[in-house]
């Protein structure tokens, strides 16, 4: 553990100060800008022609929150060089329910069932490409496209400053596997609008879903100088992360965070990460985002 501890601290010290600092003086210039203000309804949409059976109906008023964020994480999966990425914000619930809290791991996503207490429904993540001719240390192995993950989520509120997430995607163009993602968020207010976070996660992974990224085949092998690997499905990764989020009003909310994991199993073990990358894998990002509501009839 502590070798872990003392791997994600070596990642963290090595982020670029300049870049860092410029982040945060842009989030500052945005939160000096606003004053405060009273969220209210944008816009009305017509009933939707159809009900789904099963599911409540979606008239009614709802709350969207869109945005965007910069992470600065590893250039791809087992990397040990990092680069900065922007990351989209994005989700829908039913507006005057418990008050929303968004994970940095959360994928963009839509509750059609809020209870409050639990929420469901379909969420959708991007994963980047991964082009070797980018990296010296992938020379000679296979370019993977970008994917798209769809699926769903599922979240519950075990109590009001605990709150438990799974999502599960099946992947479609780079990958075409399975991921599940589970994490934790214990949520404290510090005071009125500053809120800290931090909880484990856990991702699984099927053969399909780890294979693009950490297969070695004979070709590549010989091309790369990389011993064969053929990666298998199941554990991926374990880690932890904290967040601390700041809402300027009703409508406007500004946060930063980081994530650690430690890849597990396969991915672990592939010749890409135990011999030109690290298994020791951290993100740190910021971000802002508005809420706005609106109404279905």
Excluded at 13 to 19: A, F, I, N
């Amino acid at each position: 553990m502590k070798d872990l501890d003392e791997a994600a601290l070596r990642q963290v010290g090595g982020v670029q100060p300049r870049l860092l600092t410029a982040s945060i003086a842009v989030l500052g210039s945005i939160v000096a800008s606003f004053q405060p203000a009273k969220a209210q309804t944008a816009f009305t949409l017509p009933a939707p022609p159809f009900e789904v059976p099963g599911l409540p109906s979606a008239s009614g008023n709802w709350t969207a929150t869109i945005g965007i964020g910069g992470d600065y994480r590893p250039d791809y999966p087992g990397s040990k060089n990092w680069m900065l990425s922007p990351v989209p914000i994005f989700s829908i619930r039913r507006a005057g329910m418990v008050k929303e809290f968004r994970g940095p791991r959360d994928s963009p996503s839509i509750a059609l069932i809020d209870f409050g207490d639990l929420r469901a429904g379909p969420a959708v993540k991007y994963v980047k490409e991964r082009k070797s001719s980018d990296h010296s240390e992938l020379n000679g192995l296979a370019d993977v496209k970008a994917a798209f993950e769809f699926g769903g989520f599922v979240e519950y509120y075990a109590v009001d400053w605990l709150r438990l997430r799974s999502e599960l995607r099946q992947g479609v163009g780079g990958h075409k596997g399975t991921v599940a993602d589970f994490s934790s968020d214990f949520i404290v207010p510090l005071i009125d609008r500053l809120t800290i976070s931090a909880g484990p996660r856990f991702t699984w992974k099927s053969a399909k879903a780890i294979a693009p990224y950490f297969d070695v085949d004979a070709a590549q092998s010989l091309a790369s100088g990389l011993p064969a690997f053929d990666a298998k499905g199941g554990a991926y990764s374990v880690g932890f992360g904290a967040q601390v989020s700041y809402r300027i009003n009703p409508q406007w909310e500004v946060h930063a965070y980081v994530e650690y994991e430690k890849l597990l199993g396969d991915a672990a073990n592939s010749p890409i990460v135990k011999l030109r990358g690290t298994p020791n894998q951290t993100t740190i990002g910021l971000g802002a985002s508005y809420s706005f509501d609106f109404k279905i009839r």
